[in-house]
């Protein structure tokens, strides 16, 4: 990671409002922001490149530890609450911490970013409203807040719902007289006498019968007192409790028994009748099925037994506490089954002193209320510590709650928004049809899921994930709308720069080859459907390597900038420009309806590309060679149409470059035929249909042979003998041109070892390496062969061209290398047509110079060609390079060449290539 990016790695944390910290893969905090020192109360300057052991207690950094490990081995995000000291109050507080890892290519951790929020206020506040609610909804009595005008039910709490069978909020706006009984007088009597009790005194107290939803009937003990709400006006509240079952255990003491038996033989809770040493004297079945045991088995058994609580002395003492209590008593306990299962309980007990003294208990199962229960407090502490953003509103759409996540992301307080219509969030990036389909989804649907632009309290805008379900009543309506929203703007700027980084040229910044590819099918199915053409201008820039190569590639990337944006200027905005890799690019020219603006604009790209393009002290100057494909005339399939565009791009290169060509039907022909002449030369390959042919090279002040030039020969079983200037470009392209030079290479070491031991010991034959086989990777290289088949390197001559001197691939450098160290003669072939510099001829002690025939074929006295042969023939012997001439066909060029000290001739004057037997007969000759 280098500076540029480590400033823009701080100013994203230091923009980030919640207190951030970074941890290098050793644990060392690497950088923490503004808020997270606030927050530690300590600077980074005193924590920054510690693991922070120095400031913080021990068992909290390792905790910190513990789930640095956790997050690593996970690779995911992990949360979590945990205590952290801030050492500017100098006391614990209670942190909700965010931990993510990054990893690099190869999986390597390198860094660990944690979000921390001080969530110590909120805990408080939450724990005491909380303490308050639960107080209520967990008390003992049920708890009913009736309406004095119209005694209609405002509140009940949970206790009182159970008791009465109903469902949570089900009561809320129902008349009172829904659980009176029905059809009793004195119950109706009890009623009014109320009413006139709390209007008259405020309080009221007694016994009333009530009716469950279910329509059975109990006796409750109700305390009743008014009291006025500034809201809501006059309000009774009631406290009740199911006096049932005491009901039933007077009825046993006043020895009703049948009245008795039916009663607990019935009920639906569990009953005992206990002994003063806690011993079962009597058992229901309704506790015989909830415990697992017959009734048989429970009497006699004793409550530490039953009790998960086995403590016979804490048995005793809540009896005691009965009898002190004047006869009652309840609790919650757990129970053990006869499988040793657990269940909660909840224990009524009622102590009569006849007999000796008894008690009566009964047991009520908990095992649903308490499910329920978790249920709630899993759903409270979800609301409370989602790292989504929960908003809730009522039928009206006005904010009724939001959790703290809310406030975190939005900037707004609770309070701020309480009341409020959502509308007050929008950033106005979405129109009018945006939000009327969202409200028809959750009309019709119930759900809406999507992306929306919000504005947060600050004024920043922001792109959150949302989802929204409506909730209905029993009646249909809308009761509630629930909003869930998780801020997902920076995994957008994300997406955006790997969508970027896949579809467009990190150089140019061009769409790259995968755009290209989607652009091209949209602009198709355009054309097709408004019946127009299109066309494809492929363009390959003409000697970008010799500049990339001379200059460097830094240079070599502002001329492919600079190419981009000429070509860019060349065209519509509406057409389209890509780079499709290296110093190759495409346009698409879409909607066409005069063909003669193709000729137009493939002029403007040549003309353009051909100005200087200003990269060092000097210019710089290239060209290009385009090839033209129209759709739908030359194609309708995509690809075919863009390899027509390839093939006349090289016909237009072949031609001379700096210029265009279209496709053409011969191009195709042509196209195919080089591929079946590419399929005929890898049979070649395999069913050894080469032979090497040797041409002499002739010393030109003595005329002996002691040298020649291996060149390979294609005898095609069709087509007869095939000319190397035909198939050797084609094995190049196809890179059949690495086994092919290996097999002449082996020929060749084979046939001088033969001619040395023969005709002379110094004699050596050279053969071409192209640059393709200089850039393969070689199982055995050319040095380590000849060491293997104990042949001197001196007898081989290595030929290269120019071009190979300046490529800066550093393997092909230690290529070159290894041949001068093994004794391997250099020849740069060709000499004169290409760029190479005396100062890499000098670097790579290079041992001929052949002079190309290009400049020897028109050989005369006085001609301009001789004047370069002279220099080059001097330039060479200055350097210590022997020359060999080219193409030598006339005792002229002979003679010329002689005079001008040249070392060595080659051509038809003194032999046209030859297979190894000719050769050897004309060699006998000449020795």
């Not at 050319?782 to 293997?788: A, D, K, M, T």
């Amino acid at each position: 990671m280098d500076s540029q990016l480590n400033k823009q790695v701080q100013d994203i944390v230091d923009s980030i409002p919640a207190a951030t910290f970074i941890k290098d893969a050793g644990g060392r905090i690497v950088y923490m922001n503004h808020a997270c020192e606030e927050q530690w109360g300590i600077t980074f300057d005193v924590l920054g490149g510690t693991d922070g052991s120095q400031f913080f207690p021990p068992e909290q950094i390792e905790r910190f530890r513990e789930k640095d490990r956790e997050v690593i081995a996970g690779g995911k995000q992990i949360e979590y609450e945990a205590p952290f000291w801030n050492a500017k109050l100098k006391e614990n507080r209670i942190g909700f911490f965010i931990k993510n890892p990054t990893f690099d290519a190869e999986g390597k951790l390198l860094f660990l970013v944690c979000i921390t929020f001080d969530v110590t206020e909120d805990k408080k506040a939450a724990a005491a409203l909380r303490l308050q609610s639960q107080i209520v909804e967990n008390a003992v009595e049920g708890i009913v807040l009736i309406k004095a005008s119209d005694s209609t039910i405002q509140y009940t709490n949970r206790q009182f719902e159970t008791l009465f069978g109903y469902a949570p909020g089900e009561l809320i706006g129902k008349h009172i007289s829904i659980i009176n009984a029905p059809g009793n007088k004195s119950q109706m009597e009890t009623a009014q006498e109320i009413n006139r009790q709390l209007e008259k005194e405020g309080v009221w107290s007694g016994e009333v019968f009530n009716r469950r939803k279910d329509g059975t009937t109990i006796n409750t003990f109700l305390n009743a007192s008014s009291f006025q709400h500034p809201e809501l006006g006059d309000l009774w509240i009631g406290y009740q409790r199911d006096i049932t079952k005491r009901k039933l255990t007077e009825a046993v003491m006043l020895e009703k028994e049948s009245q008795y038996r039916a009663a607990i033989d019935t009920a639906a809770d569990g009953f005992w009748l206990v002994d003063m040493q806690g011993r079962l004297l009597e058992v229901n079945d309704a506790y015989a099925r909830l415990s697992g045991y017959s009734r048989e088995e429970l009497i006699g058994m004793s409550i530490p037994e039953l009790d998960a609580i086995d403590n016979s002395e804490l048995v005793r003492a809540r009896i005691e506490e009965i009898i002190r209590n004047g006869g009652y008593l309840e609790f919650d306990t757990m129970h053990k089954r006869k499988d040793g299962s657990l269940w909660p309980v909840h224990i009524s007990t009622t102590y009569s002193s006849v007999s000796g003294g008894r008690c009566f208990v009964f047991s009520t199962d908990l095992t649903e209320q308490k499910r329920a229960e978790e249920s709630l407090r899993l759903a409270a502490m979800v609301y409370e510590n989602s790292s989504e953003a929960i908003l809730v509103t009522d039928a009206d759409n006005l904010i009724i709650a939001v959790n703290p996540a809310f406030e975190q992301m939005t900037g707004y307080a609770a309070a701020e928004v309480l009341g409020k219509n959502p509308r007050i969030f929008k950033s106005g990036r979405h129109d009018r049809a945006f939000y009327h389909s969202m409200w028809l989804a959750l009309d019709t649907e119930g759900y809406w899921h999507g992306e929306v632009w919000d504005k947060r309290k600050n004024g920043e805008e922001y792109i959150k994930l949302l989802t929204i379900n409506v909730i209905r009543d029993d009646d249909g309506a809308i009761y509630r709308h629930v909003a869930l929203f998780t801020d997902i703007t920076e995994r957008k700027k994300v997406e955006e720069l790997i969508w970027r980084q896949a579809n467009y040229d990190s150089l140019t910044k061009l769409p790259n080859r995968q755009m290209f590819h989607d652009r091209l099918e949209q602009e198709a199915k355009k054309a097709h459907r408004a019946g127009l053409s299109m066309a494809l201008l492929l363009i390959d820039l003409d000697r970008f390597k010799e500049v990339n190569d001379t200059l460097g590639h830094d240079k070599g990337d502002i001329l492919l900038i600079e190419a981009a944006r000429r070509i860019s200027a060349c065209v519509r905005e509406s057409d389209t420009v890509a780079r499709l890799g290296g110093d190759e690019f495409i346009v698409i020219l879409s909607e066409l309806e005069d063909m003669a603006s193709i000729d137009r604009v493939a002029q403007d790209i040549l003309g353009s590309l051909a100005e200087p393009f200003k990269l060092d002290a000097e210019p710089a100057y290239i060209s290009a060679s385009i090839g033209i494909s129209l759709y739908p005339n030359d194609a309708t399939e995509l690809d075919v149409l863009f390899k027509h565009a390839d093939q006349a791009m090289y016909v237009a290169k072949y031609a001379g470059r700096n210029r265009f060509n279209y496709f053409t039907k011969d191009m195709q022909e042509a196209a195919q035929a080089r591929m079946h002449l590419a399929n005929d030369l890898r049979i070649a390959v395999a069913a050894g249909q080469f032979r090497v042919y040797y041409q002499p090279i002739v010393e030109m002040s003595s005329g002996q042979i002691y040298k020649a030039e291996a060149l390979i020969r294609w005898q095609h079983p069709v087509r007869g003998m095939v000319s190397p200037a035909e198939f050797i470009p084609l094995a190049e392209e196809t890179g059949l041109i690495v086994p092919i030079g290996e097999w002449v290479f082996r020929q060749a070491v084979q046939q001088v070892v033969q001619w040395r031991r023969k005709f002379h010991r110094s004699f050596q034959i050279s053969v071409n390496k192209s640059p393709v086989q200089f850039r393969h990777a070689e199982s055995l290289s050319w040095p380590e062969y000849l060491e293997q088949q104990h042949v001197s390197g001196d007898s081989i001559i290595v030929e290269i061209t120019e071009g190979l001197l300046l490529d800066a691939e550093v393997e092909v450098n230690k290529k070159l290398l290894r041949f001068r160290d093994a004794g391997i003669q250099v020849a740069i072939d060709d000499f004169g047509t290409g760029y190479s510099s005396l100062s890499y001829l000098k670097e790579f002690d290079i041992d001929y110079l052949k002079i190309d025939q290009s400049f020897v074929r028109n050989l005369g006295p006085g001609t301009s060609d001789l004047a370069l042969c002279e220099a080059i023939i001097v330039m060479a012997h200055k350097l210590g390079f022997k020359v060999i001439a080219e193409g030598v066909e006339t005792s002229t060029q002979h003679e010329l060449l002689a005079a001008a000290g040249c070392d060595y001739g080659q051509g038809y004057l003194y032999s046209r290539p030859l297979p190894p037997e000719e050769f050897e007969r004309q060699l006998a000759g000449k020795l």
